[in-house]
């Protein structure tokens, strides 16, 4: 079953072409104008093995909120639809990664659920051009646009590109075991509801 899905977002904002293959090998083609957005895409792709393409064009006079933020949008409903209805998933996945000085951890729920518990914050207000503060802005659109729900905790750490970094690993390898196949389950959804993905806001599984 090929697990792959492309997303095109259009607004007067923004304006962004997305490919997944959660089955990939973690190649990348990212360019968002944000240079360190494009790098965390790329950390994000690498460490997960899914193959990211997207492309983003945006408002970047005014400033990179509109397109970090419909980047996430965009590669969370990417994300989602490559899942299809989640039949034989793992669903669930964590991490925790070490960044020299740094160490964060990461959990999720493949659930149907969007929700984002953020414990991480930064001292410094760019990293590049990247406003730091849009790092959480990143995950909760992503998160909301999935469907998932994601724990993202910083431990400890000083260096704010360590620690912006160490979300993006850790979040790669959380959705890397996750959205691995179950190969005692493999033809069945892992809910007892028996089913996964539903509309925000829908009742657990």
Excluded at 4 to 22: F, M, N, P, Q
Excluded at 44 to 55: C, M, Q, V
Excluded at 182 to 191: F, G, H, L, Q, Y
Excluded at 195 to 202: F, I, Q, R, S
Aim: hydrophobic share 40%; aromatic share 6%.
């Amino acid at each position: 079953m090929s697990r792959i899905a492309t997303v095109s977002r259009a607004t007067k904002e923004t304006a962004i072409e997305v490919t997944v293959d959660l089955d990939g090998t973690g190649d990348y083609h990212v360019s968002t104008g944000i240079g360190f957005l494009d790098h965390m895409l790329e950390q994000l792709s690498r460490h997960s093995l899914i193959d990211i393409t997207l492309t983003a064009k945006g408002d970047l006079h005014i400033d990179g909120h509109h397109t970090t933020e419909d980047s996430g949008i965009a590669l969370g409903e990417a994300f989602a639809r490559a899942l299809g209805d989640r039949r034989g998933i793992t669903r669930y996945g964590d991490a925790l990664i070490p960044m020299d000085e740094t160490l964060t951890r990461v959990a999720l729920d493949i659930s149907g659920r969007p929700y984002l518990v953020w414990k991480s914050a930064f001292t410094q207000p760019k990293l590049g051009d990247l406003d730091t503060e849009m790092v959480k802005e990143f995950f909760a659109a992503f998160a909301g646009s999935a469907g998932i729900t994601l724990h993202i905790e910083t431990l400890y750490g000083v260096n704010n590109h360590h620690i912006a970094e160490s979300c993006f690993k850790g979040l790669a390898r959380a959705l890397r075991a996750a959205v691995a196949i179950d190969p005692r389950k493999a033809d069945a959804v892992p809910s007892t509801k028996g089913t996964l993905g539903g509309a925000p806001g829908a009742p657990g599984a």
